[in-house]
């Protein structure tokens, strides 16, 4: 049973272009978080989706970011234009059901995104 | 009032010692408490957990201690391992979001 794998592990990017971050759960999980990490920083929270949903995107920039986790596919952050502010480790975390912080939240290896 | 403080920052501790890191909350809406463990490189992994109507955890050399008055909660390596040396995270939930607290880098010497 695979992990939460997300894609690249590494983007570069210059100022002013488009991200685009992959992520798929883990098999049987239905609901997806994103989390930036700032170097020397903890984890922060940005989306919580659900297939077709998004439950809670208090967390995410108002502009430049999105999320999406389509009923076929891995889910998506995308970062248009982007600053050299947005470099750093984005991760994903899966879970079986709604809100289910009771149980193990799985987390994949991250995407490290550089903005030049 | 959806942080988490964490400290030290950094700890170092010697193979064999005990280690300890410390975190507080403001929110009383937190009910689960869990820690995590990230390696370089790697996402972080559920370590250990607690809710606060138990006061303390144990799995193995680790140990979570909660104290709901004074709203802290610490964790306890004993018998520390070089390859215990990782970045710790303290957390909390509230709902559906999981707020971490900033991190402590351990190094264990052998």
């Known amino acids: 049973n695979a992990g939460v794998m997300q894609n690249p592990r590494h983007l570069v990017r210059r100022r002013g272009q488009e991200a685009r971050l992959r992520c798929s759960p883990m098999k049987g999980h239905s609901h997806v978080y994103w989390y930036r990490q700032l170097p020397e920083e903890g984890l922060k929270f940005m989306v919580y989706l659900q297939k077709e949903n998004i439950i809670d995107e208090s967390g995410m920039p108002k502009e430049r970011f999105s999320a999406e986790f389509p009923k076929e596919g891995p889910s998506i952050l995308r970062i248009q234009q982007v600053v050299r502010g947005d470099s750093a480790a984005y991760f994903c975390?899966?879970?079986?059901?709604?809100?289910?912080?009771?149980?193990?939240?799985?987390f994949g290896s991250g995407t490290q995104l550089s903005v030049l | 009032q959806q942080q988490v403080k964490q400290s030290p920052q950094s700890l170092i501790v010697q193979k064999g010692g005990i280690s300890i890191i410390n975190c507080a909350y403001e929110?009383?809406?937190?009910?689960?408490f869990p820690w995590y463990q990230q390696f370089p490189g790697k996402g972080p992994a559920l370590l250990i957990a607690?809710?606060?109507?138990?006061s303390e955890k144990k799995e193995g050399r680790f140990t979570i201690s909660f104290n709901k008055s004074a709203k802290q909660f610490s964790l306890h390596i004993m018998d520390s391992q070089p390859g215990d040396s990782a970045t710790y995270f303290c957390a909390a939930t509230s709902g559906s979001r999981l707020t971490f607290g900033e991190g402590t880098q351990l190094t264990v010497n052998p």
């Open positions: 975390a899966s879970s079986p059901r709604q809100g289910a912080m009771n149980e193990k939240l799985f």
């Open positions: 607690i809710r606060p109507d138990v």
């Open positions: 929110n009383t809406a937190f009910d689960y």
